[in-house]
């Protein structure tokens, strides 16, 4: 009788646990267009975020500057993994190169690493998700290394919800991808 009362217990807990939780997918916006980089293997290395953009909550930024979220409302995956599968996505599309994330799957080394630092990473109420950071390019065997601060943003509407900040972040991302393309791995 005691194991029974102890397995319900656990099984309430569980229930009440997993029944509110609404998670949210980045749609992965589509790439068209190529861009020729100086590297035939780059590896993505894990991405730096600030711990709220980190969290699994989705996080939007009001008028006063808080962060606001909601235990409820998540991201499908956990940011830092996905921004960094993202970034890796959408780099090797753009360039064609051999890309990878952090730990480099490949028996030979890759000839330059991306290191991307984000200081801010939010949607804001104002309509505006906005990303703020840094990048490095560390490159094998003395080759020009290179850094290079980024400050983007894309519009949504925050009318639209969660999904509509999903879309944002899913743009933004592709946005650095070009970006960092553009200025640091030519």
């Not at 975020?49 to 699994?56: E, I, S, T």
């Not at 051999?98 to 028996?107: D, G, I, L, M, T």
């Not at 949607?123 to 990303?131: E, K, V």
């Not at 894309?154 to 999903?166: K, L, S």
Request: one cysteine or more; aromatic letters at 8%; charged letters at 25%.
């Amino acid at each position: 009788m005691r194991h029974l009362v102890t397995a319900l217990i656990v099984m309430l807990t569980l229930a009440a646990c997993t029944g509110t939780a609404e998670r949210y997918a980045v749609p992965a916006p589509g790439v068209n267009e190529r861009q020729r980089i100086a590297f035939r293997a780059l590896e993505v290395r894990e991405v730096s975020l600030p711990a709220y953009a980190a969290a699994d909550e989705i996080s939007l930024q009001d008028d006063a500057g808080r962060l606001v979220s909601d235990g409820a409302v998540l991201w499908a995956d956990t940011p830092d993994r996905a921004i960094a599968l993202e970034l890796t996505r959408h780099i090797a599309q753009l360039s064609g190169a051999r890309v990878a994330s952090s730990p480099w799957p490949f028996e030979s080394f890759p000839d330059a690493r991306l290191d991307l630092r984000f200081e801010s990473l939010v949607a804001g109420n104002d309509g505006q998700f906005r990303a703020k950071g840094q990048y490095f390019v560390a490159v094998a065997e003395g080759g020009r290394e290179r850094s290079g601060l980024f400050d983007l943003s894309v519009a949504y509407d925050p009318a639209a919800g969660p999904g509509a900040i999903a879309a944002a972040r899913g743009q933004i991302i592709l946005d650095l991808a070009r970006f960092v393309v553009r200025n640091g791995l030519r």
